[in-house]
């Protein structure tokens, strides 16, 4: 059973898939969702409350430094990196 959910957020769909792939090798890891850009990220979150974010800096529209100020505003629990 999975202990810790992540979220993928990727502006790139092949990227956030062979990530989601590779992750979920480990059995301790659960990947939770997957967002196109910071704003995606952060509404995810509020839904699926990962553990922690893997947040790509550079995307369209909303890039990662939007997804992380509004993800540490509303939920500061949540891990990014």
Known sequence: ???????????IMILRQG???VL?????LEVVALAQNGKEAFEKCRVYRPDVVLMDMRMPDYDGAFGIRAIKEQCPDIRVL
Do not use: T
Not at 24 to 28: I, L, V
């Open 1 to 11: 059973m999975a202990n810790i959910k992540v979220l993928i957020a990727d502006d």
């Open 19 to 21: 990530l989601k792939a």
């Open 24 to 28: 979920e090798q480990d059995g301790e």
